[in-house]
């Protein structure tokens, strides 16, 4: 652990992962209604990439706070971390999981197939305190990648009878 006794750790929501090419455009066109998500995505090439990361200006994910210490950050998220990483991520792919097939066989050629539809996506919550907006974002995402479209609905019975829960439903 990076942390001394009797202090905090906290962190922001964050998520790596990997979208098909018709994914990936479902997820740049919902971002604009996340403005506290922080964002880069890429093809493996880098022909085609987004980020709303300001240049030269790296994002904290965890920090922690420790008595009689000035504030510990050791984990960070920025652009030029994100195309190297995004490098060697696509790389596992052919030099870890593509080795071993036939080079001309045609799970090889599949598995490359697969590898050139990729982005490679980084979604960081800039929300640490209520850290519900990549979650309600990545649920939205997926409602409408399988084709649904949105609605907000009560679920009862409430715990309260001065709470109500929101649910998200897809219709298709």
Same mark, same amino acid.
């Given at each position: 652990c990076w @942390?001394?006794?009797?202090?905090? =750790?906290y962190q922001k929501g964050y998520i790596e992962f990997f979208a098909r090419s018709q994914d990936a455009k479902v997820i740049i066109n919902l971002l604009s209604k996340y403005p506290l998500l922080s964002y880069t995505m890429s093809n493996k090439s880098?022909?085609?990439?987004?980020?709303?990361?300001?240049?030269?200006?790296? =994002?904290?994910?965890?920090?922690g706070v420790f008595p009689g210490r000035e504030i510990v950050?050791?984990?960070?998220?920025?652009?030029?971390? +994100?195309?190297? #990483?995004?490098?060697?991520? +696509?790389?596992?792919?052919?030099?870890? #999981?593509? &080795? =071993?097939?036939?080079?001309?066989s045609a799970s090889r050629r599949v598995l490359e197939e697969i590898v050139e539809d990729?982005?490679? $996506? @980084?979604? &960081?919550?800039?929300?640490? $305190?209520?850290?519900?907006?990549? #979650?309600? +974002? %990545?649920?939205?995402? %997926?409602? &409408?990648?399988?084709?649904g479209r949105l609605r907000k609905c009560q679920r009862w019975p409430a715990e309260s009878e001065t709470e109500t829960e929101m649910e998200t439903e897809y219709i298709n």
């Open positions: @942390c001394p006794k009797n202090g905090y =750790i880098g022909s085609d990439s987004y980020t709303n990361y300001k240049k030269n200006s790296p =994002i904290a994910l965890t920090w950050q050791p984990t960070i998220a920025d652009y030029k971390t +994100f195309l190297i #990483w995004k490098d060697e991520a +696509f790389a596992l792919w052919q030099e870890k #999981w593509g &080795v =071993i097939y036939e080079e001309e990729l982005y490679l $996506v @980084c979604l &960081v919550d800039n929300d640490y $305190v209520s850290g519900e907006g990549l #979650w309600e +974002f %990545i649920d939205e995402a %997926i409602g &409408v990648m399988k084709g």
